[in-house]
Each structure stands twice: as C-alpha cells, then as structure tokens.
C-alpha cells in the first residue's frame, strides 16, 4: 500500500523560511516522479515544483522559481525547502507521486496523494 505522509507546515512571517517534507511508503517509490502541488482557500490547486525518479532534473512553477528547491532522497523523503516566503505563498501544500509518462505540471496526471499540510505566511 503507497502512502504519502506531509509534515513541517507551519506559521510563518514574509521573508522566512520553512521546509516540508513528505515521507513515502512503497518499494517502487524510486520509479515515482514525484511533485509538490498548492491550494489556497477558493483557489484552484496549482503546481509548485517536480523531480524526476533520478533526481537529476527538476522543475518549478514561475512563482516560486530561485525562492523554493525540491530534493529526494533515497531513505524515501521529498522535500520542499521554501525561503523569502511571500503572504501568497500561504496554502495546502501536498506532495504527489506518478509512475507514468505525464507532464509534471498536471495534477491529474498523478497517482498518489497525501494528505497536505498547511502553510500560512503573514505579512
């Protein structure tokens, strides 16, 4: 059974830092792409970043580009290191695994899903 468990959201002030984690369960969890989506209250989920299965490549939503950095590791943890956070950064944020071929940035195209946890950035 695959399960994606988020932790490390929190309160926070513009301008600090804050790193979320998702722990996997799952013995095929190196053949996931795996992605870390957001949602903010009466929006609609959006995508924040990628790594592929290898780790080697990476990818990031325009809005978070130079702030946020995605990581894997092989004890199974993602992790998703937010700095210079922004009020509009505050959201659900949940961690999603894929073992097919689609693109990183669809939510739909994606398998696996934990729970969220919540991130809210004040001003």
């Known amino acids: 059974q695959v399960q994606l468990v988020e932790s490390g959201g929190g309160l926070v002030q513009a301008g600090d830092s804050l790193r979320v984690s998702c722990a996997a369960s799952?013995?095929?969890?190196?053949?996931?792409?795996m992605g870390w989506f957001r949602q903010a209250p009466g929006k609609e989920r959006e995508f924040v970043a990628a790594?592929?299965?290898?780790?080697?490549?990476t990818y990031y939503s325009d809005s978070v580009k130079g702030r946020f950095t995605i990581s894997r590791d092989n004890a199974k943890m993602v992790s998703l290191q937010m700095n210079s956070l922004k009020p509009e950064d505050t959201a659900v944020y949940y961690c999603?695994?894929?073992?097919?071929?689609?693109?990183?940035?669809?939510?739909?195209?994606?398998?696996?899903w934990g729970q969220g946890t919540q991130v809210t950035v004040s001003s």
């Open positions: 799952g013995r095929t969890f190196s053949t996931w792409d």
């Open positions: 999603a695994g894929k073992f097919n071929s689609g693109s990183y940035q669809q939510s739909a195209v994606y398998n696996y």
């Open positions: 790594i592929t299965r290898s780790g080697d490549s």
